[in-house]
Nanobody, 124 residues
């Protein structure tokens, strides 16, 4: 089992940057495929980015491609999401998620563990 705690959210102006972190407990972080999801009010939770256990494969949604970068540091049991050129439509609660098996997964239902979320608000 793994516990996930997100941090780094906040209020930022359009065009600004934030870096989200997700700290994972346990000694098997490197065996999990990881993802960042977001959910805006009244909308479904959507995948933002995903990464395989050894960082060999990453995925970014079209809406954030070229602006957001997912990465991980297995030695520190931490997942990151670097968000640049933020837009008001990026406003949402951002969640990190873990799935045992180590691959790259695209759907919320595929993930086993979730953090509590961190709010990102982008003002225009």
């Amino acid at each position: 089992q793994v516990q996930l705690v997100e941090s780094g959210g906040g209020l930022v102006q359009a065009g600004g940057s934030l870096r989200l972190s997700c700290a994972a407990s346990g000694r098997t972080f490197s065996s999990y495929g990881m993802g960042w999801f977001r959910q805006a009010p009244g909308k479904e939770r959507e995948l933002v980015a995903a990464i395989s256990r050894n960082s060999g494969y990453t995925y970014a949604a079209d809406s954030v491609k070229g602006r957001f970068t997912i990465s991980r540091d297995n030695a520190k049991n931490t997942l990151y999401l670097q968000m640049n050129s933020l837009k008001p439509e990026d406003t949402a609660v951002y969640y990190c998620a873990a799935r045992s098996g180590g691959g790259t997964y695209y759907y919320a239902r595929q993930y086993d563990y979730w953090g509590q979320g961190t709010q990102v608000t982008v003002s225009s």
